[in-house]
């Protein structure tokens, strides 16, 4: 259990498998996992917005259940971050394919419901 979680906190203690891969693949693997936890950040933030920022909806607790659904997804988008970034990495230094992932498709889908779930609150809590 504690093996796949220390390559991620200390890579330079776990033993190196394959061979070192050209830098340029590796950075761009980090490249990749930094906008990943961009975006962790920005769901985050949002749901910090929502929680401090948007008043509160007709329906009860609406607004908290937002919040708490875009804090959970932030986090949840660093850590498969981190997973997706250590695969990907290992199965480069393996001469392996690459980690497929179906997160991206589920974070849109994700967003994009609660971007309905945001408009249908704003269309109702509007004064007519």
Known sequence: MLGPLRQWVD???TPTVGRT?????SLANERTFLA???TGLALIAGGLGCAQFLPPLRVAYLREAIAVALLVLGGAVALRAVDHW???ERAMRLGQELPGSRFPAFLAVVVA???LVLIAAVVFQSPR
């Open 11 to 13: 890579p330079e203690k």
């Open 21 to 25: 891969p050209d830098y340029r693949f």
């Open 36 to 38: 990943w936890i961009r």
């Open 86 to 88: 250590a695969r990907t």
């Open 113 to 115: 419901v609660g971007a």
